[in-house]
């Protein structure tokens, strides 16, 4: 089956950067991370959730970590310079991304914003984000991801 390329995977592609794209079946119950990394038999550590936040000034932050993670919005914070932050409403999602939740990209949003990736990414070769709809992903080199999101990597997660 041949899967409709995503803005995520054109800009990909615009960048001539090499990724793969793989699906597997939404569960609507169940939006998680985990249950990706579960449904394409792939260990969680390697995937990578996407959360929008926003500083005590409005700027939004994306930030990248582990599926099973928790995000540290203290240290979000410290890494955007910004004295504190919070997740945004998920009713939010799709006007400042273009995204839904379960589907939401580091590439390709309506706008770039500041991105920040995990630092845990450096110990995979490959890494799964979400391609910009449910059941989409894209595999590819953290290195790729990095380059393409013009992410900085800081440790992200809650211990």
Known sequence: MSLKKTNAARFLDTLKLPYEMTSYEVDEEDLSATHAASALGVDAACVFKTL????????????????????????????????????????????????????????????HYATFIDASIKEHAKVYVSAGLRGVQLCLSPDVLIHASNATCEPLTKI
């Open 52 to 111: 929008v936040a926003r500083d005590e000034a409005k700027h939004i932050l994306v930030a990248c970590i582990p599926a099973a993670a928790e995000i540290d919005l203290k240290a979000l914070a410290k890494v955007a310079h910004a004295k504190r932050c919070e997740l945004v409403a998920v009713k939010e999602l799709l006007g400042l991304t273009g995204y839904i939740r379960g589907g939401c990209s580091p590439l390709a949003m309506k706008k």
